[in-house]
């Protein structure tokens, strides 16, 4: 069974431009959830969706979307880039609810 | 609102040794805890998981933990440090089907001494 797949895998972007990131999940895996790693905040959670719809949204300023398709597949946009949204960008699924398995990683470099 | 939090931000043990890593929680229900390892430049794997069933958890690579309530903690054990056992280690709670997130630890940072 594939994993949870992700690109790009990295990426270079100047501040103030837009970026989307797109999360392909286990196959049978309805839940999307999106996570931001960096060096002084750790792992924080962004968003998780369910069946196409947002069940809960993490601390983050709006610049931060997300959207599932109904593949299940999900992608996460961030416009108006700033320096400190460089991170590692993960995404994780799970059959309905907690994510446990997650994918490689997007590592977002802003300029 | 859960929490958790890692006691010691780098371990280094020696081949052959134990690993412990320790870990206690804040929940006002009971909760979902989860263990998982990250090398360099790789996601995150799930190492194991507590789901309110047996209190000692069994998971990948030799690895366990073992569910206190008394004590709230979910510490991570190897009985014999290898080599690959290199990594970053999270702890994470949650609350079962509430909020569907993941509050992570701090992270500790294992190496391993040959």
């Known amino acids: 069974k594939a994993g949870v797949t992700q690109t790009p895998r990295y990426l270079i972007k100047t501040r103030g431009q837009q970026v989307t990131l797109s999360c392909s999940p286990i196959s049978g895996h309805r839940s999307v959830s999106w996570y931001q790693q960096t060096p002084g905040q750790g792992l924080q959670f962004l968003f998780e969706?369910?069946?196409?719809?947002?069940?809960n949204k993490g601390n983050f300023p709006g610049r931060f979307s997300g959207r599932q398709f109904s593949n299940s597949r999900s992608e996460m946009n961030v416009s108006t880039l700033e320096l400190g949204d460089s991170a590692l960008y993960l995404c994780?699924?799970?059959?309905?609810?907690?994510?446990?398995?997650f994918g490689p990683g997007t590592r977002l470099l802003v300029l | 609102a859960q929490s958790v939090t890692q006691l010691g931000s780098h371990v280094s043990v020696s081949e052959g040794a134990l690993v412990l890593l320790r870990c206690n929680y804040s929940s006002s229900v009971p909760p979902y805890l989860f263990w998982y390892v990250q090398y360099p430049n790789q996601g995150l794997q799930l190492l194991l998981k507590?789901?309110?069933?047996?209190?000692l958890v069994k998971g990948i690579n030799g690895f366990e933990a073992e569910f206190k309530k008394s004590e709230t903690s979910f510490h991570l054990t190897k009985p014999s440090a290898h080599m690959s056992d290199a990594a970053e280690y999270f702890c994470a709670v949650s609350v079962p089907f509430n909020d569907y997130k993941l509050s992570f630890g701090a992270g500790t940072t294992v190496t391993v001494r040959a």
């Open positions: 969706y369910f069946s196409e719809t947002q069940r």
């Open positions: 994780a699924s799970s059959p309905q609810g907690e994510p446990q398995y």
């Open positions: 507590y789901t309110s069933a047996a209190t």
